[in-house]
């Protein structure tokens, strides 16, 4: 079984907030991707709604994920840049499960 922890995290700004959220949350992903445990980290944007994004996380487990949440960049770009922005979050984590079959 893959011990790998999956976060789903669908955030949203004020739509005149639009313009600074999205550089604020690549700033944020391309930091994490260096972190060790995390094993990917993307960034989408709504196609109909500009101030909301999307982030697919993945990382080794998780105590890679509470790293992630304790680092120096995590306070820096997350907690200072991103989060004043944020009107609307919902951040889901998911594990592996070994009541579904593995894709072939």
């Given at each position: 079984?893959?011990?790998?922890?999956?976060?789903?995290?669908?955030?949203?700004?004020?739509?005149?907030?639009?313009?600074?959220?999205?550089?604020?949350?690549?700033?944020?992903?391309?930091?994490?991707?260096?972190?060790?445990?995390?094993?990917?980290?993307?960034?989408?944007?709504?196609?109909?709604?500009?101030?909301?994004?999307?982030?697919?996380?993945?990382?080794?487990?998780?105590?890679?994920?509470a790293a992630?949440?304790?680092?120096?960049?995590?306070?820096?770009?997350?907690?200072?840049?991103?989060?004043?922005?944020v009107i609307?979050?919902?951040?889901?984590?998911?594990g592996p499960?070994?009541?579904?079959?593995?894709?072939?």
């Amino acid at each position: 079984m893959d011990p790998h922890v999956l976060v789903v995290a669908d955030v949203s700004s004020s739509p005149q907030d639009a313009e600074k959220f999205g550089p604020a949350l690549q700033a944020l992903a391309q930091a994490c991707r260096t972190e060790p445990g995390c094993l990917s980290y993307d960034v989408f944007q709504s196609i109909e709604q500009p101030e909301r994004y999307v982030s697919i996380e993945k990382y080794t487990d998780t105590a890679a994920f509470a790293a992630h949440r304790d680092s120096d960049h995590f306070r820096e770009i997350g907690l200072a840049r991103v989060m004043p922005l944020v009107i609307r979050r919902d951040v889901q984590m998911y594990g592996p499960t070994s009541d579904i079959p593995a894709a072939p």
